[in-house]
């Protein structure tokens, strides 16, 4: 997927083509660890039971609405806006995050509704997605070209094109070592 510069996608609109919003992004270089910390009587600091889960992050987006619409067009945006789905950013097209919006965003109206600011923060799922990669399969090892950063569930659909039954399938998971 291709996007153009400085802009989003959301479900099936881009925010720069179609809504004439352009955007800078802010994220975070990994989502917020969640802690398995607790305080224990008498002794100093805390005991730590190893943090292995992430919670949520937050994408935020300053924008900047570059056309003049009405006040009923900039409501049917927010109204595409409001509910959860893939958001995709500019600069990492081949990665998604799942996420929605929960706070309302404060919109700056400039003379005569030329140009709009307002910044939405988007609650995503800890990590990006990848695309699903769907590939034939053959005799013998068949390589899936993973390239995500953290673990994720592995969902394996075979479809037998041919008109005579499957035999002797196996499938072996091998999981990456970090």
């Known amino acids: 997927m291709s996007l153009p510069y400085d802009s989003f996608s959301f479900g099936t609109y ?26 224990i009587p008498e002794r100093s600091g805390m005991y730590d039971f190893g943090a292995q889960c992430w919670d949520e992050r937050t994408v935020r987006i300053d924008c900047v609405l570059e056309r003049k619409i009405s ?3 900039l409501r049917e945006i927010a109204g595409t806006l409001s509910r959860k789905g893939r958001l995709w950013l500019w600069d990492e097209p081949d990665k998604y995050y799942i996420g929605e919006l929960y706070d ?40 899936v070209d993973y390239r995500g950063t ?13 008109g005579s039954a499957a035999q002797t399938v196996t499938i072996t998971a091998i999981k990456r070592s970090v």
């Open 150 to 162: 953290a673990e994720t569930p592995c969902v394996i659909v075979l479809k037998n094109p041919s």
């Open 71 to 73: 006040r009923a067009q």
């Open 14 to 39: 881009n925010s720069l083509a179609d809504w004439g919003i352009r955007v800078v992004k802010y994220d975070t270089l990994t989502p917020p660890k969640r802690s398995r910390k607790t305080q």
């Open 104 to 143: 309302p965003a404060e919109i700056m109206d400039y003379c005569d509704e030329s140009m709009r600011e307002f910044t939405l923060s988007f609650i995503c799922e800890p990590f990006a997605f990848g695309r699903t990669v769907t590939q034939p399969i053959a005799s013998g090892e068949n390589r």
